[in-house]
């Protein structure tokens, strides 16, 4: 059984072990998102390590991987790690706030009005409550937990969410919110099987099958800026079964920085030398 070590955005320097189900083993590795169950949500966090030992006896399953490629490698997360210590701030947030803000995926409560009527019996509904079912009923489409909070400018009601939705007197799920940046993706080119043989091909077709023979699959965007605008040319190459095309997902960056594991820096000081100094 394959486990991750994983950092989650709070205030704490603890990480946590999630098990990898067999339909993840060959996506799971450093550097990836995974979308992981903690406490009462579902939540993104950062793999930092693979292991097959465990010191725990139980553990929960990892529910998605979210990237297609690692976002930082191990050199990068080393550099991390100093940081996480050298400024005493624990590496899930480090990690929030390094990373691109808006990808992340989580969970939040989703409180609607209930869809059957029903008296609230012998359930006590203390002011709090009351408030409670009032701000949902003025939505009857539902509203998140955390704009009820807001409203309230209360934050501990989960106990009483959970004893309104057990007296049917609201409904309650755990929607998850999709990330504020869409992920990009990019169409990769590359030759099949059937380019070893060539027929007859134009200038541009030869062009094209040349760039991908040096360079391997391509993405079209790079293609574009060598050989001109290739979008026909591609479909007809397709057409003739000589090119496949696919959509990958790429990380989105402001510029055009090194790959991940290649950071710059090498030579870290220790924290407490700078406050020597």
């Given at each position: 059984?394959?486990?991750?070590?994983?950092?989650?955005?709070?205030?704490?320097?603890?990480?946590?072990?999630?098990?990898?189900?067999?339909?993840?083993?060959?996506?799971?590795?450093?550097?990836?998102?995974?979308?992981?169950?903690?406490?009462?949500?579902?939540?993104?966090?950062?793999?930092?390590?693979?292991?097959?030992?465990?010191?725990?006896?139980?553990?929960?399953?990892?529910?998605?991987?979210?990237?297609?490629?690692?976002?930082?490698?191990?050199e990068d997360l080393r550099f991390y790690r100093w940081m996480s210590e050298y400024y005493m701030h624990p590496l899930g947030k480090c990690l929030k706030t390094i990373l691109p803000s808006g990808i992340d995926t989580e969970s939040n409560m989703w409180l609607s009005p209930a869809k059957v009527s029903n008296d609230a019996g012998e359930i006590r509904l203390t002011p709090v409550r009351k408030k409670i079912i009032q701000i949902i009923g003025r939505h009857p489409l539902g509203l998140s937990l955390k704009k009820v909070q807001k409203e309230l400018d209360?934050?501990?009601?989960?106990?009483?969410?959970?004893?309104?939705?057990?007296?049917?007197?609201?409904?309650?799920?755990?929607?998850i919110k999709k990330p504020d940046i869409k992920k990009k993706q990019c169409k990769i080119v590359s030759l099949t099987s059937e380019a070893s043989s060539l027929p007859t091909l134009t200038e541009k077709q030869n062009a094209i099958v040349d760039t991908l023979r040096r360079r391997g699959p391509t993405p079209a965007v790079v293609l574009n800026k060598t050989c001109g605008n290739v979008s026909s040319t591609i479909r007809t190459l397709e057409k003739k079964g000589l090119v496949e095309t696919a959509l990958r997902e790429v990380f989105r960056s402001p510029d055009n920085g090194p790959p991940p594991g290649t950071s710059h820096r090498r030579n870290y000081p220790d924290r407490r030398a700078a406050r020597r100094t």
């Open positions: 059984m394959m486990f991750a070590r994983i950092a989650i955005n709070i205030p704490s320097d603890n990480t946590f072990l999630y098990a990898v189900p067999d339909h993840f083993r060959n996506t799971a590795c450093v550097g990836k998102r995974a979308l992981v169950p903690f406490g009462r949500r579902r939540t993104t966090g950062y793999i930092l390590e693979l292991t097959n030992v465990v010191d725990i006896e139980e553990t929960k399953d990892i529910i998605d991987i979210l990237d297609h490629d690692p976002l930082f490698g191990t209360k934050n501990n009601i989960y106990d009483d969410i959970k004893i309104l939705q057990r007296a049917q007197l609201i409904d309650a799920e755990d929607r």
